[in-house]
């Protein structure tokens, strides 16, 4: 039976799931749901960044990712000037984007990843 | 070549599928869409138990779920009350939460599991 | 460390991710936003066969799919009419559909799947 390691626990969820060499990821909003699109992105990167590093990968082995958008139509362009600017060339993940609604009506975007460990 | 297997298949979709240690369940919805999302919530998690059980594993190898909502701002926090209840103490799975619209429109709650087997 | 291969990479991402047995696609939309939900699901699973192909793997090997549908009530019928004229019969993958937004007004249907490799 392969182990189960769970991250960043609380009582509904762990922040990442880590078994037989894949990191499961919870979905990543941005701290502040007052910024603007470009913000809201950097800030649910930089967090990313910081779950993968913390269970020991990197954004260079995500294997997949979708990226939920409150307003795709407005925001599509803003979040993908953003993405451009961080993901990892040569090394990008499979990617699936659509427009869905939040409990906060201020968060613009959602993303749910799934990495392999190191 | 890792096997297969596929459980409760009929003419477009299995209930799940087992492959090297996953588990792939299908969306899982009520029973009875005209009740409210406590009991929608209850008895998808109920279902839920029921399809990890049959593919022999269970609620404390969960490694993630996306739960879906039809009117995310009403029911979130119906749903988080019902999840909470039922999900392992010191075993939750990655999770994300988003606002979709159904076939149905009595739907209230449909939830994307994978799990790990025992 | 186990190896990623990357498919059909462009700046913002790969539409195959191959990594340890499992194949991740991009999500999958039509040729033509012009068409109906016949052809534009025709088209999108035409295009799945084509990426699992270059995968090494089939139809048959599929473990689950999320269906993104426009609108969900209109064309639920439709997507399931194609769908069934083509998923394998005795090796239906997981499946999950949901209604969404897309950033081109006239995109019907997306598919987000998960194979296995052969």
Redesign the interface.
């Known amino acids: 039976?392969?182990k189960?390691e769970?991250v960043e626990?609380?009582?509904?969820?762990?922040?990442?799931?880590v078994?037989?060499?894949?990191i499961?990821?919870?979905?990543i909003v941005a701290n502040d749901f007052n910024e603007d699109i470009h913000v809201q992105t950097q800030q649910v990167l930089a967090r990313l960044d910081e779950m993968l590093e913390k269970t020991g990968s990197s954004k260079a082995?995500l294997?997949?990712v979708?990226i939920?958008l409150k307003d795709?139509?407005a925001d599509?362009d803003g979040m993908?000037e953003e993405?451009?600017k961080w993901?990892c060339e040569?090394?990008?993940?499979?990617?699936?984007?659509?427009?869905?609604?939040?409990?906060d009506?201020n968060i613009r975007i959602?993303v749910?990843a799934?990495a392999?460990?190191?």
Chains 1, 2, 3 share one sequence.
């Open positions: 039976m392969n189960i769970r626990k609380n009582a509904r969820l762990s922040r990442a799931v078994h037989n060499g894949l499961w990821l919870s979905g082995r294997l997949t979708q939920w795709i139509v599509f993908n993405w451009s993901v040569n090394e990008q993940p499979a990617r699936a984007t659509a427009g869905v609604s939040f409990d009506e959602e749910v799934v392999a460990t190191l």
